[in-house]
């Protein structure tokens, strides 16, 4: 069988609310997205490696550390409205397209999550090679679960468990097993992610690809900018 082309994403636009150029922001000696890029090029699997940004300098720094910018986004796609996925589906058919290739999966790392190991990508691509699902999302265990200790607000606003069985759970260990979505790998099947219906990585057949609790770290404020730096120097993370 004919090894599968990748395609693995980048997405980082320049309008970023928290921080200003977040993803061109220092952290730890390097820009932001220039970690996730380290990783993707350690990893080594993909054919191309690819940043969808609006960004010109956003740009500059990608191609700095790796790679590849054949496109702009447009400013659709880049608005605080806009959906990743829209992002993704225009970045593989635009590189497609520039490039005369075509590719099997994608692979989209995200740049503010950058708390990840090569062995997770790898393990993210493994779990999508073996089940051939529509998608793969990583996750970590849920701190909270909504059978035991998550509330919702009832329409005559008192609160209740978000969900029920039918038996009461008396213990967090006894609630079906629960994660968080990490924001970290995405891996996306072709037929999948190219139907302009799909608009989110969880609304088809989807497994999960689970990471240690500290990747759950998403960079958005200066204090995630602090914090983590902090935790790289205490040995607790690598990046």
């Known amino acids: 069988m004919a090894e599968s082309r990748i395609l693995l994403t980048v997405a980082a636009r320049g309008g970023s609310k928290?921080?200003?150029n977040k993803n061109i922001r220092e952290l730890c000696g390097k820009p932001l997205i220039a970690h996730t890029l380290d990783q993707a090029k350690r990893w080594g699997r993909a054919s191309r490696i690819v940043c969808s940004t609006d960004s010109e300098a956003?740009?500059?720094?990608?191609?700095?550390?790796?790679?590849?910018?054949?496109?702009l986004r447009p400013a659709e796609l880049a608005t605080d409205n806009a959906g990743k996925v829209g992002?993704?589906?225009?970045?593989?058919?635009?590189?497609?397209?520039?490039?005369?290739?075509?590719?099997?999966v994608l692979v989209d790392l995200d740049a503010t999550a950058p708390v990840r190991e090569v062995a997770d990508i790898e393990g993210a691509y493994q779990t999508f090679m073996a089940k051939r699902p529509d998608s793969v999302v990583s996750v970590t265990p849920a701190r909270r679960n909504p059978y035991f200790n998550m509330l919702e607000e009832q329409p005559d606003g008192y609160v209740a468990l978000?969900?029920?069985?039918?038996?009461?759970?008396?213990r967090r260990q006894d609630a079906p097993r629960m994660f968080d979505m990490n924001a970290s790998i995405y891996v996306y099947?072709?037929?999948?992610?190219?139907?302009?219906?799909?608009?989110?990585?969880?609304?088809?057949r989807t497994l999960a690809w689970v990471m240690d609790e500290k990747s759950a770290f998403d960079i958005d404020t200066e204090e995630d900018f602090?914090?983590?730096?902090?935790?790289?120097a205490k040995g607790l993370v690598k990046l």
């Open 18 to 20: 928290g921080v200003k």
């Open 58 to 71: 956003i740009a500059e720094s990608a191609r700095r550390y790796g790679a590849e910018v054949p496109f």
């Open 87 to 104: 992002a993704l589906r225009h970045a593989w058919r635009e590189t497609e397209r520039l490039l005369n290739e075509r590719y099997d």
């Open 162 to 170: 978000a969900k029920r069985l039918a038996r009461p759970v008396l």
């Open 189 to 204: 099947s072709r037929d999948f992610l190219l139907d302009d219906n799909t608009i989110s990585a969880v609304q088809g």
């Open 226 to 232: 602090i914090f983590v730096e902090y935790l790289v």
